[in-house]
């Protein structure tokens, strides 16, 4: 039987093949290699791929309208900063990438960078009051069949009716922070809390703190769970670590968190490290928390997507069915 709970697995897709540096003159953008990625990530059966932001990358949306392009079914989750844009002229995007993808766009409402190379001088502090009115008018433009006007501290239009509305009845909108502010404007707007990997007891926390936020809002029971997690697999244990030492060469199991955590780096890095098995069963157990959506990522785009999709969802499969479709397994 089906859970009964909606999972989800995102992969995350690059540009172009990760080299550091980039060779001389070499452009930070493969359409090749980014639908060779995009198509390996639907045929493993992941459910949409992350296509991230940075002040120096490739357009977003336009990267996520040729990934539409390649694949049938894969969702298109877009990283999208405000501050670059206005609000309005990003409901209009993201309302145009939803019909042209058949309905498989969604936002990730990120904040981080160096705002300053793009002109937005924004102080920090004020980010999340940004935030919440920019998610606002989004939600606003997507849905007022009648023209409306808006004035806050950050953001004003007069009249503003959207002729294209996105197909999907409610384009979700990813967000993730941890400070209490972003707990707050998730409880307020997002339809998935995205968190960075921790161990088990400080995503109870997460959780905890994002729930009770959105029940202050009206909003009980409205946001699900997401969690980012990078994995290195093994056919044994041993071989899993010996993987990890190749390309973490400060990892160490005096940092192991739970059953199979590393947690060794700053940042976005908290990697499950083990067998199939054993990152399949660290899995579900976030799921028995709540977590119904986790971004998946491992060190060599191509590689790691044919590899996840071949060893590792079959075993989460068995733990946490999904609820995915026929076309999933067709082949290219």
Excluded: N
């Excluded at 969690?227 to 160490?252: N, T």
């Excluded at 947690?263 to 067998?275: I, N, Q, R, Y």
């Amino acid at each position: 039987m089906l859970s009964a709970s909606r999972v989800e697995l995102i992969g995350v897709l690059p540009a172009r093949e990760i080299r550091e540096p980039l060779p001389p003159g070499a452009v930070p953008l493969d359409k090749a290699y980014l639908g060779a990625c995009a198509r390996a990530l639907e045929h493993g059966g992941f459910d949409a791929a992350l296509i991230g932001w940075h002040d120096a990358a490739a357009d977003g949306l336009q990267v996520a309208a040729h990934v539409a392009q390649q694949t049938r079914r894969l969702g298109l989750l877009v990283a999208h900063r405000p501050g670059l844009l206005a609000p309005t002229e990003a409901a209009r995007q993201f309302a145009t990438l939803d019909h042209f993808s058949d309905g498989r766009a969604a936002l990730l409402l990120v904040e981080d960078g160096v705002p300053q190379r793009d002109g937005d001088f924004l102080e920090r502090s004020d980010w999340p009051a940004r935030g919440d009115e920019y998610l606002g008018l989004l939600r606003q433009a997507w849905s007022s069949t009648r023209p409306f006007d808006f004035e806050g501290r950050h953001y004003r239009v007069q009249g503003h009716q959207a002729a294209l509305r996105p197909l999907q009845a409610r384009l979700p909108i990813h967000c993730g922070g941890a400070s209490p502010a972003a707990a707050r404007l998730a409880g307020r707007h997002a339809d998935v809390y995205a968190m960075a990997g921790e161990p088990l007891a400080s995503v109870a926390v997460r959780i905890g703190m994002v729930r009770a936020a959105a029940a202050r809002e009206g909003r009980a029971g409205a946001v699900r769970f997401g969690l980012s997690l990078r994995v290195v697999l093994g056919a044994s244990e041993a071989a899993a670590w010996e993987r990890a030492g190749r390309l973490l060469p400060f990892a160490s199991r005096g940092q192991v968190f739970d059953d199979c955590l590393w947690c060794g780096l700053d940042g976005d890095s908290a990697t499950l490290v083990g067998t199939p098995e054993q990152v399949a069963e660290a899995f579900a157990a976030y799921h028995r928390l709540g977590v119904e959506s986790f971004r998946v990522r491992g060190f060599d785009p191509l590689a790691d997507a044919i590899e996840f999709g071949r060893e590792l969802l079959p075993q989460v499969r068995e733990r946490i069915p999904l609820r995915l479709p026929v076309e999933v397994f067709a082949p290219f």
